[in-house]
């Protein structure tokens, strides 16, 4: 086993954190506890980073540990309301107003699913990772992945209703620009 020089641990970071922190806040849907999950997720990395026998399977072992470690929080405490310091703009267009209106029905849709189901529409849908991919980084079996995606796609059909554009969920809308 050779060790790996922690100046590619800092590449990576620099390369891949906003990408990381993007699925890290889709996971909790919040910008402070995105940034505490994503350094916990770093942290893991960082201790494993000589264990890693390949540089590509960084990124896999932190988005894993962003699931995890979000999992965990999930289940030991209530992800009930939050309160924000800002107020979604609203401009006087129709096309947004509507656009906002389905962001908002999108995301809190996404942020009622239990949290493995989140995980798996936020890494298959918004990341566009393959089910194999998907089932590598959860730790699972490609099966569960697609059985977790039906689920959560058919819960997030009821609460979207008639916005839901058959199986072509909006998931576009929730880009996140943070």
Do not use: N
Not at 77 to 88: A, F, K
Request: proline share 5%; aromatic share 6%.
């Amino acid at each position: 086993m050779t060790r790996r020089d922690p100046a590619d641990f800092a590449e990576f970071v620099a390369a891949r954190s906003t990408a990381l922190h993007r699925t890290a806040y889709l996971m909790v849907g919040d910008r402070g506890l995105a940034q505490d999950l994503l350094q916990e997720a770093l942290t893991r990395t960082y201790v494993a980073w000589p264990r890693l026998r390949d540089p590509g399977a960084a990124e896999a072992y932190t988005r894993k540990a962003i699931t995890t470690t979000a999992i965990t929080w999930y289940r030991r405490r209530s992800w009930g309301e939050r309160p924000t310091d800002t107020v979604p703009e609203r401009r006087s267009s129709a096309d947004h107003a509507d656009d906002v209106s389905t962001r908002d029905l999108l995301w809190s849709a996404l942020q009622a699913l239990p949290p493995r189901q989140r995980a798996v529409i936020v890494l298959r849908y918004y990341e566009d990772l393959s089910e194999a991919r998907t089932a590598e980084v959860l730790g699972c079996a490609p099966g569960t992945v697609k059985s977790q995606a039906s689920a959560a796609l058919r819960k997030l059909r009821d609460h979207l209703g008639e916005r839901a554009d058959g199986d072509l969920l909006p998931l576009h809308l929730l880009e996140v620009t943070r």
